[in-house]
């Protein structure tokens, strides 16, 4: 009996040894280790089912890389994956979590920088991600991972608490990060996630359903690859797969942000504000809203194909002066461009948010730190001002009601701030100056009294 208890220990001692073996090989200092934080818990589901699948066939890890997938389905429970050998082995059952939590995002992230240590960090999230949209009429969100069982979702805000909280972690920035993600390549995303991260690859235009092409990225990563080439094999590896590639033909773009060029961009972005304000050019303005290139919400336009336009529109040295400055700080901070399909020939990288009518301006967006540190908010307000406020004022003068009642007609909160100037303006104009007739004066006013109250 006491032979069979030993040889029993002597075993159970065996695999101890033999899962530390495999603990420490896993904590093996690599080259790369990528983490996927996979939402399906929406109408996602089977395509995440079908990418961790493409993930296991050529993502696995080897002596180089490691690959960590944190996985929710849609009424299943979320587990982590240890992807090596063509297998997926469970690292932790987490039971029903929120993937709209951006803590929960935080501390996978964390918690596998910490267990798989490597070189280089290359972070992927996969779900929907949104322009700036309306969600039941009580304001206007941008965000990513949306998960339907909770009905949250990670916003821009807490993308930069996430990144923050994870650099302190890493003791200095992410290498990589990716979106896997619809539409989420804006200045205003880049401007909260370059602080905490070297490189960002993504989408200004709505994704395909295929998403990422994850046996093409694998099967590119070579030994020895470095951040920056990584993130232009994945832009390569993207519009390859939609351009009659594994995807078929279909319309996509991706691209690539050099985050320690972002600075440099805002200050060349906040020169041409001020020209552009700096006279009255919203009839050119309006042109080219008309022309320029847009993406699944039209309020996502190509800003470089914006900046051209008021180039040729706008005869004016210093725009065009202010336009060539801010050309070349895009042509530095996006280096790395790619487009398949139909539609986005226009398309050069990043988008920005620019709503051609002032009712559909989210005043949600005036809480960005985008906003605090650009003056791309007020160059967009100051044309609605001449744009709208401008005619008006003058039909009003002539003693017409015309434009006045259109804009009464679809005035919302949205412009709230823009109705009280014209209610302050033509309050002005017809009752103090008294430059419009009697009958003109009674419209005005039962106009205003309805504008008041919108």
Same mark, same amino acid.
């Given at each position: 009996?006491?032979?069979?208890?030993?040889?029993?220990?002597?075993?159970?001692?065996?695999?101890?040894?033999?899962?530390?073996?495999?603990?420490?090989?896993?904590?093996?200092?690599?080259?790369?280790?990528?983490?996927?934080?996979?939402?399906?818990?929406?109408?996602?589901?089977?395509?995440?089912?079908?990418?961790?699948?493409?993930?296991?066939?050529?993502?696995?890890?080897?002596?180089?890389?490691?690959?960590?997938?944190?996985?929710?389905?849609?009424?299943?429970?979320?587990?982590?994956?240890?992807?090596?050998?063509?297998?997926?082995?469970?690292?932790?059952?987490?039971?029903?979590?929120?993937?709209?939590?951006?803590?929960?995002?935080?501390?996978?992230?964390?918690?596998?920088?910490?267990?798989?240590?490597?070189?280089?960090?290359?972070?992927?999230?996969?779900?929907?991600?949104?322009?700036?949209?309306?969600?039941?009429?009580?304001?206007?969100?941008?965000?990513?991972?949306?998960?339907?069982?909770?009905?949250?979702?990670?916003?821009?805000?807490?993308?930069?608490?996430?990144?923050?909280?994870?650099?302190?972690?890493?003791?200095?920035?992410?290498?990589?990060?990716?979106?896997?993600?619809?539409?989420?390549?804006?200045?205003?995303?880049?401007?909260?996630?370059?602080?905490?991260?070297?490189?960002?690859?993504?989408?200004?235009?709505?994704?395909?359903?295929?998403?990422?092409?994850?046996?093409?990225?694998?099967?590119?990563?070579?030994?020895?690859?470095?951040? !920056?080439?990584?993130?232009?094999? &994945? @832009?390569?590896?993207?519009?390859? =797969?939609?351009? $009659?590639?594994?995807? +078929? #033909?279909? !319309?996509?773009?991706?691209?690539? &942000? @050099?985050?320690?060029?972002?600075? =440099?961009?805002? $200050?060349?972005?906040? +020169? #041409?504000?001020?020209?552009?304000?700096?006279?009255?050019?919203?009839?050119?303005?309006?042109?080219?809203?008309?022309?320029?290139?847009?993406?699944?919400?039209?309020?996502?336009?190509?800003?470089?194909?914006?900046?051209?336009?008021?180039?040729?529109?706008?005869?004016?040295?210093?725009?065009?002066?202010?336009?060539?400055?801010?050309?070349?700080?895009?042509?530095?901070?996006?280096?790395?461009?790619?487009?398949?399909?139909?539609?986005?020939?226009?398309?050069?990288?990043?988008?920005?948010?620019?709503?051609?009518?002032?009712?559909?301006?989210?005043?949600?967006?005036?809480?960005?730190?985008?906003?605090?540190?650009?003056?791309?908010?007020?160059?967009?307000?100051?044309?609605?001002?001449?744009?709208?406020?401008?005619?008006?004022?003058?039909?009003?003068?002539?003693?017409?009601?015309?434009?006045?009642?259109?804009?009464?007609?679809?005035?919302?909160?949205?412009?709230?701030?823009?109705?009280?100037?014209?209610?302050?303006?033509?309050?002005?104009?017809?009752?103090?100056?008294?430059?419009?007739?009697?009958?003109?004066?009674?419209?005005?006013?039962?106009?205003?009294?309805?504008?008041?109250?919108?």
């Amino acid at each position: 009996m006491k032979r069979i208890i030993a040889r029993l220990l002597l075993f159970c001692a065996f695999l101890a040894f033999s899962c530390l073996k495999v603990e420490a090989a896993k904590r093996t200092v690599k080259e790369w280790t990528f983490m996927i934080f996979m939402n399906g818990d929406n109408n996602l589901d089977q395509s995440a089912v079908k990418d961790l699948r493409e993930i296991r066939t050529k993502g696995s890890s080897n002596e180089f890389i490691n690959t960590v997938v944190m996985l929710d389905r849609a009424k299943s429970p979320a587990v982590t994956y240890y992807v090596e050998n063509g297998k997926t082995e469970v690292i932790k059952e987490h039971g029903e979590i929120d993937m709209g939590d951006y803590k929960v995002y935080t501390n996978f992230i964390k918690s596998s920088i910490k267990k798989y240590p490597a070189k280089h960090y290359c972070s992927i999230i996969w779900n929907h991600g949104t322009g700036w949209k309306g969600k039941n009429n009580q304001g206007i969100v941008r965000g990513i991972s949306y998960d339907d069982q909770s009905g949250n979702h990670i916003t821009t805000a807490q993308l930069g608490f996430a990144l923050k909280d994870i650099n302190q972690v890493l003791g200095r920035k992410l290498d990589l990060l990716c979106f896997d993600a619809c539409l989420m390549q804006m200045a205003e995303v880049a401007n909260t996630v370059c602080d905490y991260t070297d490189f960002v690859v993504g989408s200004e235009e709505v994704e395909p359903g295929d998403g990422y092409p994850y046996k093409e990225i694998f099967s590119g990563v070579k030994q020895g690859m470095q951040p !920056a080439d990584l993130a232009k094999l &994945i @832009v390569k590896a993207y519009t390859a =797969s939609y351009d $009659d590639g594994s995807a +078929g #033909y279909q !319309a996509s773009t991706q691209s690539c &942000i @050099v985050s320690n060029c972002y600075n =440099s961009f805002k $200050d060349s972005l906040n +020169g #041409y504000c001020k020209m552009l304000m700096s006279s009255d050019y919203s009839k050119q303005v309006t042109k080219i809203l008309n022309e320029v290139q847009k993406f699944g919400y039209p309020e996502n336009i190509d800003l470089k194909h914006f900046v051209t336009l008021t180039k040729s529109k706008i005869q004016n040295d210093g725009v065009k002066n202010a336009a060539d400055r801010l050309l070349k700080s895009i042509e530095k901070l996006v280096p790395m461009n790619s487009t398949s399909g139909y539609g986005l020939n226009y398309a050069f990288g990043l988008a920005i948010y620019f709503p051609q009518s002032s009712y559909n301006f989210s005043k949600d967006y005036l809480h960005l730190p985008f906003f605090k540190s650009t003056m791309w908010a007020s160059m967009v307000q100051d044309y609605y001002k001449k744009y709208i406020i401008r005619p008006i004022m003058a039909e009003v003068a002539n003693n017409k009601v015309t434009k006045l009642k259109e804009y009464v007609l679809k005035a919302n909160e949205n412009n709230r701030d823009l109705s009280l100037e014209l209610i302050t303006k033509l309050n002005f104009l017809c009752f103090s100056e008294q430059k419009c007739d009697e009958k003109t004066q009674k419209r005005v006013k039962a106009l205003l009294a309805e504008l008041k109250n919108k």
